[in-house]
């Protein structure tokens, strides 16, 4: 009688387990999209973000878009699909791409030292050793040694933004010291990659900007996206920036120069453009696009080369682990824009934000971590 029961009992689980099953509701999408706009608005007006907006893809489709706020508060005009942000040292990934491509056309190796394509470097004092012994690798995962910012001063008055001549960090580099031995951690370097943007001026003969839009912007078919200055005819989408202080708002303008340092941080692009660039990573786009890389080399990218804090460092490339997945990651922040984007390879999805605001930082690490557990993650299976 006893096992009877027993039987009775573990079949009446399982068809109730397979009924759950059976009866359980579809993630519904567009309810947890209106849950992450609303908390896109509401933590922008609590933060006083002047304007900032999000994008969710799969592929190379655009599931959701939200804007918030003024793009030119001046002005009234409003974040629309067409507002231009600056996208700061989210640039680093594009980068790390261009130096990828030019490795796979034989014109450079990854263990090869980076004073035999920047030999100004040599006047750099390494108290680990030969400078020889930082590679192409180390500055692409950021473990080199170098300092974190381009300037050895923080935020003084009589230097620009940044260095604006290549002669300016020359000049440095008798005075720069290697903070640590080659390779053996992690620690974020603007110049290291600014020193991978000359090797690739040194290698193809172009200027940095000139041999990224040839090589990596039109072939992906980033038509309206840019480095530093706004051309003419994209003036009337650009957003401006906003030192948020005290209830101070400061309008620092639409354009500045990032000068020397592009290749750390010049990009300008709209958002669909950026998503262009997620359906490239997350492998939806053919001809041209699809040629801008290979899909081993990115995946090469993406490999843990070493711990950086919570996430993992690769080649330019941020891996962040959530509920046991990985999302490929990075962020940018530069006068007073803030910005994220991520892929998750599991899901085939990806997100995208942009503020103009100096309060938005907050803002945009909830944002992103909303985006990954409440899209991305249950989209992963259906």
Same mark, same amino acid.
Not at 17 to 25: N, W
Not at 199 to 223: F, T
Not at 226 to 249: C, I, M, N, W
């Given at each position: 009688?006893?096992? /009877? ?20 509701? #579809? ?26 907006? =999000? ?7 655009? %599931? ?16 629309? $699909?067409?507002?231009?942000? *600056? ?17 796979? /056309? ?10 035999? =394509?920047? &030999? ?21 995962? *950021? ?13 003084? #008055? ?77 003036? !009337? ?40 660039? %997620? ?23 993406? !490999? &843990? ?24 990651? *990075?962020?940018?922040?530069? $006068?007073? @824009?803030?910005?994220? @984007? ?9 997100? =995208? ?8 930082? &907050?803002?945009?690490?909830?944002? /992103? ?14």
């Amino acid at each position: 009688m006893r096992t /009877r029961l027993s039987f009775s009992s573990a079949l009446f689980s399982l068809f109730a387990a397979h009924a759950t099953a059976q009866t359980a509701a #579809p993630f519904d999408f567009a309810a947890a999209w209106r849950e992450v706009t609303a908390s896109l608005h509401e933590q922008c007006q609590q933060s006083a973000v002047v304007g900032g907006s =999000l994008m969710f893809v799969r592929g190379a489709e655009v %599931l959701g878009f939200e804007a918030h706020g003024l793009a030119d508060q001046k002005a009234g005009r409003a974040v629309d $699909r067409d507002t231009i942000f *600056h996208w700061a040292s989210i640039t680093k990934t594009f980068t790390g791409i261009a130096v990828m491509q030019l490795r796979d /056309r034989g014109k450079l190796r990854l263990d090869q030292p980076i004073v035999e =394509l920047v &030999p100004e470097l040599r006047e750099v004092h390494n108290p680990f050793g030969k400078i020889e012994a930082i590679t192409i690798a180390h500055l692409l995962s *950021h473990s080199a040694g170098f300092r974190g910012p381009t300037w050895p001063w923080a935020g003084k #008055p009589w230097h620009p933004h940044e260095p604006t001549r290549w002669s300016q960090l020359v000049a440095m580099m008798p005075y720069t010291e290697i903070e640590f031995a080659p390779g053996s951690k992690y620690s974020y370097s603007n110049p290291g990659v600014v020193f991978l943007g000359r090797a690739i001026e040194q290698l193809s003969g172009d200027d940095y900007e000139v041999y990224m839009d040839k090589n990596v912007l039109r072939p992906l078919g980033m038509g309206r996206s840019y480095f530093d200055v706004t051309p003419y005819h994209l003036q !009337q989408h650009r957003s401006h920036s906003y030192a948020v202080k005290g209830g101070e708002v400061t309008d620092d303008g639409p354009d500045f120069d990032t000068g020397i340092t592009v290749s750390n941080g010049g990009l300008n692009a709209p958002l669909p453009d950026m998503a262009r660039y %997620l359906a490239f990573l997350l492998g939806t786009v053919d001809g041209s696009a699809k040629a801008v890389l290979s899909r081993r080399s990115l995946e090469e990218m993406w !490999q &843990p080369v070493l711990p950086a804090g919570k996430e993992q460092m690769g080649l330019t490339y941020f891996l962040q682990d959530v509920s046991g997945q990985r999302f490929v990651t *990075h962020t940018g922040g530069q $006068r007073d @824009f803030v910005t994220f @984007f991520y892929v998750h390879p599991a899901s085939g999805t990806g997100a =995208l934000g942009a503020f103009n605001s100096s309060t938005s930082g &907050p803002v945009m690490a909830r944002l /992103r971590t909303m985006c990954m557990e409440k899209l991305s993650l249950p989209l992963t299976k259906t």
